[in-house]
Each structure stands twice: as structure tokens, then as C-alpha cells.
């Protein structure tokens, strides 16, 4: 009972949390990749946890392994990406940018090869990356509106189900609309959830009660980290030129910094 | 080769490389805790939290192919025990896993912002999930070497006893010895890295890794052989084997024929190998540390990079362990209760062998480069730069 509950929810933050970053991955050629990992780079620890939960809680209950390929390509996919992301910001260098591009692409076709849908969820992936990143770099806003139209138009002709394909061509046009940038990128997350939620369909597996039980108490903790993150990472961000340049100039008045020996 | 061999091969490949990386994750953290509540948060502990980030990047990325790979490769372990096994799994990842990356981003990005006890206790909390990462994936695997505490029902296995799950002996010993070749891990990594640095600020650092190095590899040694006991009443074939009694091995053999059916109960004999080259290892260990802390060791350049050379030599001593402990349960996946051979998915031979060489091809390209990632970090030494610090904050930021 507790991951009827639980992996809705969680494939649902999974796609569009991390559908942002592989949708910015996407747009790295176009919107300039200093400027597309600068926009995932300080997130994408936070996003990454969804993801993890909602593959591993799919993988128990057995949603995951309709395909094998898709699993494949998923992993190997995801893996690239996120040690290209990892490695880039820890001295690796712009090469690497590379990893994150080719990982987000084969991540969004990995999704459509895992849930169904075909390239659906590339298309929804960059039209979801283009209101993320716009949330951070406005240059990302026409690419945003002149996406919306291709993009609803392959899901009505790819996604037979109409109050679906309703729903998301709403939510499509909304992005695309003079809106705050939030609303927006809340737009096309939903977009890609219930998209995912949809394909995965619902799983029935019994859930061992002591785990809901542990878990359970656990959960608002652990979102409560959470937004604890994202605020810190948000608001670091807005301070984080002056405060790099105060720690910097302490440093240097500081002669050889803290030194070690007490 | 069969779809079997190729997925044990795979299980075997992935978990081993996966364990070089989280084991130094969990050798190094509390290290770094300590230097941070002794020391504060410096550039030489902002240098070690850096090596500390770059390890975990691929504590992660492979960590991902293996809980994965339980549905992929091992539906039976789903079918035939997943209400036992699954749920340890998902309380790693949903509880530790969930916690120690969000964790930490707030250790890395509230650095110098957050109030310093505040900062402290998340790197102490963030020490405490990644320990509760290793003790769920024990309990699972503990539950595979010495099922407890479950009923079968219709053909599967149930939960019954969570508390005999915690406490079960199969799990306790193995955390014990794992946890102390992790601190040695640790010890020997910090140890290795400060003797290489050389530098004065470094000299209270190689200490620390000395100690922690002596006390890791006794304690596994001891930790070793305490569960030896144990073994020969849950496991008599593979402690028979690991021991060389032929005459033990033919009665276990013969007890489990009649217990289970008949069959081939002695797991392969090869295990001693990698038995002998984690006591050669660790006693070398033992000794290098023990000379490093008493007879000063790091004081000559021979000495130093005799301890820059005892770095990876924790790693194959973890990896021969973790042979000896899987390898050696065999031919079960879960003792007793499921054999390997029918915990198999049905994927084909092509598949399986597909997905070998994709996770291959992966799992060495990124390893190889976070190692060099590491070494090139290290050979910059502290530069007072914090991991992410590349990272480009310059564009504007719209409202949010």
C-alpha cells in the first residue's frame, strides 16, 4: 500500500526534477554550456536523490524491468551524465561537457524506451529544460516559445490518449504564455510527471509494513532537508559573488590561511 | 558462457568497483569529521573534503547499477524473497542514501555560510547516514548469508521478525570487519596522500592516518577470525573449504544433501586464493602501520613512499574479501532458502552479455578518470578552493 502511494509520487519528482536538468543537458549546444551547467551545477545533488528513490522503488516493485534495454540505457546513460557533471565541476575540465550531453540524450531516449512513448519524453525534455533554464538564464525564454508548438504537436500525434494529451497541451501553452518563469517550469515539470505517471501505469506490490512504518517518520525529514537545500543553494547564489571575493581577499591578507598545527 | 555465468560476472564486476569507491567513503568521512571539529574548516580540510566529493561522485553513479541490477538480472531474489530483501534496500535508499546526498549539498554549499556548530553537526549527521548506507546493505546481505526472521508463505519468503533482522548474526559480523577494512581504507588513503604532500601542515594528518590505519587493520584481522565460530555452525561447506578440511567438507556435504535434496553444496575451492591474499595483505598492512606510527616511518623517503605504495593494497584486501563472502555462499543466492541458478532472470545470453559490456565499458572509463581526477587533486594540494568551486555563478538571476 505504502508504494502505491510512494512511487507515483516519486516518479512524478523524479521526471520533472530531473527532466530539468536532462532537458538544460539538451540544450547545452544552443543556450552555451558554461551557462547550462552553471544553471544545473549547484542543483543537480538535490535533484539526483529523486531519481535515485524512484528507480530503486520501481526496481522492487517491478515497474522498472519492462525493458531491459531501457534499464540499460538508463543506467549507462545516467552514469555518464552525472560523472561528466561531477568531474566538470571538480577540476576535470569543459571535456567533459561532452558526457553531459550525450548522457541527458540517451537518458531522455532511455525513458521512452523504459516507460514507452518513444522520443516523447526527449521532446517534453527540452521544452522543460528550456523553462529551467530560463528560470536562470533568460536567454532560454524564446527557445521555451518556440518549442511549445513542435512539441504538442508530436505528443498529440505520438500519445493516443486524449484527456492526457489534453492536460499536457494545456500545460504546454501555459509554459509558452507571458508567465512568471516559475510557473512556467512548473508547467512543463508537470508535463513530463504525469506523462511518466501515465506510462508507468500502477504497480501492485505488497510492502512489507515495518518499512512503511520506519519510513514514514523519516519522509518529512528528509524533505525538510530538502528545501533546506534548495533555499541554501538559491539564496548562496545571490550572495555568492561578493562572498567569493570577501573570501578571497581574506585569504590573501591572511598570509598562508589556517594552518594546522594548532 | 551462460546467462547465469555472464550475470554473476556482472553482479561480481560491478559491486567490486562499486566497493572501492563507498568503502574510502565510508574510511574517510569520519576522518574528515574529525579534522573539521579539531582543526575547523581550513583550506588543508577543505582539501581532504575535495577528495572526499570526488570519490563519492562514483560512490554514486556505480552505486546506481546495483540495486538495479536485483530486478534486472536476479528477478527470482524478487519473486522468491523480495517482502524480506527489498525492504533494507529501500530503506537505504530512501533513508540513507536520500539523506547523506542531500546532506551533502548543505556540508558543501553552506561551507563558511552556515553557523559553524551547525556546519559541524551536518558533517557528523552526514558520517551517521553514510554508516546506515553500509548497515541496510548488510542487513540484505546478511539476510542472503543467514536468512532470520521471515515465514514462508505460499512459496515466499515473509517477514516476520524485523528485530531478528537487525540482529542477525550473519549481518553483525560482517558490518564489524567491513567497517574496520573501510577505516583502514581511510587510514592508509589519508595517511599515503599526507606522506606525499610532505608539507609541515600536513604532518598532523599522516598521523591520524596512521593510527586509524593500525587500528582498522588489527581490528579486521580480529574481526576476521571472531566470525569463524559462527561460520562453521550457519556455513560448515564454505568455512570447510576456507579451512582445508576435506573430512569436514565431505560431511557438510553430505548433511545438506540430505537437508536439501541432492546436489553440489561446496562452494568453489578457488575462494582460498583470494582467503590468502587478504590475510597476506592485511598483515602487511598491519605491520606498515604499526612501523609507521613506533618506528618513524614517514621520517625517510624509502619510508614515505612505502606509504604511498600501501594505498590501493586496502582496496584488493576488500575486494578478496567480498569473493570469499559471496563466492563462498554459493550455490546459493539466499542460504538455504533460493540456489543462484534459480534466481536468475530469464533475460537471454545476448542481453545479458550486452548490458556486461555496457556496465564494463562505463564502470572502468569513469573509474579510471576519477582516480586520475584524485591524483591530480592531490597533486595540487590544498588549494583553498572548495569541490564546485569551478562552477559558474555569473549569470543573472531572474525572481523566484
Not at chain 1, 73 to 95: I, N, Y
Not at chain 1, 97 to 105: I, K, L, P, W
Request: aromatic letters at 10%.
Amino acid at each position: 500500500m505504502f508504494f502505491q502511494v510512494l512511487l507515483p509520487v516519486l516518479v512524478f519528482g523524479w521526471l520533472a526534477v530531473q527532466g530539468a536538468d536532462v532537458g538544460a543537458g539538451l540544450l547545452m549546444p544552443v543556450l552555451g554550456r558554461d551557462r547550462i551547467v552553471g544553471a544545473i551545477g549547484p542543483l543537480f545533488l538535490a535533484s539526483e536523490v529523486w531519481a535515485v528513490a524512484a528507480l530503486a522503488v520501481a526496481s522492487l516493485v517491478g515497474v522498472a524491468h519492462r525493458s531491459y534495454a531501457g534499464v540499460v540505457v538508463v543506467v549507462c546513460a545516467w552514469a555518464l551524465r552525472d560523472a561528466g557533471l561531477w568531474f566538470r565541476c571538480l577540476g576535470g575540465g569543459r571535456g567533459w561537457d561532452a558526457a553531459v550531453f550525450a548522457g541527458s540524450f540517451g537518458l531522455a531516449l532511455g525513458w521512452g524506451l523504459l516507460l514507452g512513448g518513444g522520443p516523447v519524453f526527449l521532446a517534453l525534455a527540452v521544452m522543460h529544460g528550456a523553462s529551467f533554464a530560463a528560470l536562470r538564464a533568460p536567454a532560454a525564454v524564446p527557445v521555451r516559445r518556440l518549442a511549445t508548438l513542435p512539441v504538442a504537436a508530436m505528443y498529440v500525434f505520438a500519445v493516443p490518449d486524449t484527456p492526457l494529451a489534453a492536460v499536457v497541451v494545456i500545460l504546454l501553452v501555459v509554459a509558452a504564455l507571458r508567465v512568471p518563469p516559475v510557473l512556467a517550469a512548473l508547467a512543463t515539470g508537470a508535463a513530463l510527471g504525469v506523462t511518466g505517471l501515465h506510462l508507468t501505469g500502477t504497480a501492485g506490490a505488497a510492502t512489507p509494513a515495518v518499512l512503511a512504518a520506519v519510513a514514514a517518520p523519516v519522509l518529512p525529514v528528509l524533505v525538510f532537508l530538502q528545501i533546506a537545500l534548495w533555499r541554501l543553494c538559491l539564496r548562496a547564489e545571490r550572495l555568492s559573488g561578493p562572498a567569493r571575493l570577501r573570501a578571497a581577499s581574506e585569504l590573501s591578507t591572511s598570509g598562508a590561511g589556517v594552518t594546522h598545527d594548532g | 558462457m551462460t546467462a547465469l555465468e555472464l550475470a554473476r560476472i556482472q553482479f561480481a564486476g560491478t559491486a567490486s568497483v562499486h566497493f572501492l569507491f563507498s568503502g574510502l567513503t565510508l574510511g574517510l568521512l569520519p576522518i574528515v569529521a574529525f579534522l573539521q571539529t579539531r582543526y575547523g574548516t581550513g583550506r588543508v580540510v577543505k582539501f581532504w573534503a575535495k577528495l572526499y566529493v570526488i570519490n563519492y561522485a562514483l560512490g554514486i553513479v556505480t552505486g546506481l547499477v546495483m540495486e538495479l541490477q536485483f530486478g534486472l538480472t536476479w528477478n527470482g531474489l524478487a519473486t522468491a524473497a523480495g517482502a524480506v530483501f527489498t525492504g533494507p534496500l529501500a530503506l537505504e535508499t530512501l533513508v540513507a542514501f536520500f539523506a547523506e546526498s542531500t546532506l551533502l549539498g548543505l556540508w558543501l554549499f553552506g561551507w563558511d555560510r552556515l553557523p559553524r556548530r551547525l556546519h559541524l553537526a551536518i558533517v557528523w549527521a552526514l558520517t551517521a547516514t553514510a554508516y546506515a548506507s553500509a548497515f541496510f546493505v548488510m542487513v540484505a546481505n546478511g539476510f542472503q548469508q543467514h536468512p532470520v526472521g521471515y515465514a514462508m508463505r505460499g512459496g515466499t519468503a515473509v517477514l516476520t521478525d524485523f528485530g531478528a533482522l537487525l540482529t542477525n548474526p550473519g549481518m553483525t559480523y560482517g558490518l564489524a570487519h567491513l567497517v574496520a577494512g573501510a577505516l583502514c581504507a581511510g587510514g592508509f588513503f589519508v595517511a599515503g596522500v599526507s606522506a606525499w604532500r610532505r608539507a609541515r601542515e600536513f604532518a598532523p594528518n599522516l598521523r591520524l592516518g596512521l593510527v586509524v590505519a593500525a587500528v582498522g587493520s588489527l581490528g579486521v584481522v580480529g574481526l576476521g577470525f571472531a566470525q569463524l565460530p559462527y561460520l562453521k555452525a550457519a556455513q560448515p561447506a564454505k568455512h570447510a573449504v576456507l579451512t582445508g578440511d576435506t573430512a569436514a567438507l565431505a560431511r557438510a556435504q553430505e548433511a545438506l544433501a540430505a537437508r536439501y535434496g541432492p546436489g553440489d553444496y561446496a562452494p568453489p575451492r578457488w575462494i582460498t586464493v583470494p582467503q590468502n591474499v587478504m590475510l597476506a595483505l592485511t598483515l602487511a598492512m598491519a605491520l606498515i602501520a604499526v612501523a609507521g606510527l613506533f618506528f618513524g616511518l614517514a621520517g625517510s623517503r624509502a619510508g614515505r613512499w612505502l606509504l604511498v605504495a600501501a594505498v590501493p593494497l586496502p582496496f584488493a584486501a576488500m575486494v578478496c574479501g567480498w569473493l570469499v563472502r559471496e563466492v563462498g555462499r554459493q550455490p546459493w543466492t539466499v542460504y538455504g532458502l533460493l540456489r543462484t541458478r534459480d534466481a536468475v532472470s530469464d533475460a537471454g545470453t545476448g542481453a545479458v552479455a550486452a548490458s556486461l559490456v555496457a556496465f564494463g565499458a562505463v564502470y572502468l572509463a569513469l573509474a579510471v578518470a576519477d582516480w586520475w581526477l584524485l591524483a591530480r587533486a592531490v597533486r595540487l594540494g590544498p588549494t583553498g578552493e572548495l569541490p564546485f568551486a569551478e562552477l559558474s555563478f555569473a549569470e543573472p538571476v531572474v525572481r523566484y
